[in-house]
């Protein structure tokens, strides 16, 4: 991601996910409902570190500015993109 923004064509986030506050603390069934899945799928996600996620009692909680590394790095990019990284 450091050399999409050096050369300009680092992806931007939706204004929706954007607006979400780097210091918000979410709950799963709050992720899952801003991206319409299931509960479970935010959960397996936080359980395979793919999210991540702080968990007390199996009681997972996530930050709002991991919320938006994670998409950043879910984000599809085109194939030219693709052939200009590698």
């Not at 939706?14 to 899952?32: G, M, Q, R, T, Y």
Request: proline fraction near 5%; aromatic fraction near 6%.
């Amino acid at each position: 991601m450091k050399m999409e923004k050096e050369l300009g064509i680092a992806p931007k986030l939706n204004e929706l996910f954007d607006a979400i506050p780097d210091e918000c603390v979410l709950h799963p069934n709050d992720l899952s409902e801003l991206l319409n899945l299931s509960q479970e799928t935010v959960r397996r996600w936080c359980r395979q570190g793919k999210l991540p996620a702080y968990s007390w009692g199996g009681k997972y909680v996530i930050l709002g500015s991991d919320v938006k590394d994670f998409l950043m790095k879910a984000r599809n990019r085109s194939s030219e993109v693709k052939r200009l990284l590698q």
